[in-house]
């Protein structure tokens, strides 16, 4: 399953695991506004190895992107990143 949130905050970009998809926003008003997918095909083998180390549920992925820097973290539905409006509303 997939998940998806919302976020700000500073986080170093050059440190964000394989397993999130990160992208910034340029368009929203807050000036640190990210969308960020986990790739579930990575988290899940980054699971079994112990390599990422939760309990695979989304308050365990926001606690995961609090200690990567981000704020304000919020789970929302994975289409509106993925959906062709989403596309077009960017």
């Known amino acids: 399953m997939t998940l998806c949130f919302k976020a700000n ?3 170093d970009l050059n440190a964000i695991p394989d397993w999130l998809a990160v992208e ?8 640190y506004f990210y969308s960020v997918c986990i790739v579930s095909e990575i988290a899940d083998v980054a699971l079994i190895l112990g390599t990422l180390e939760h309990d695979d549920t989304p308050a365990g992925w926001i606690a995961h992107l609090h200690d990567l820097g981000f704020e304000d973290v919020v789970q929302v539905s994975c289409s509106q990143f993925f959906s062709p409006r989403a596309d077009r509303d960017r």
Do not use: C, L
């Open 9 to 11: 905050g500073e986080p």
């Open 24 to 31: 910034f926003s340029f368009a929203a008003k807050n000036p």
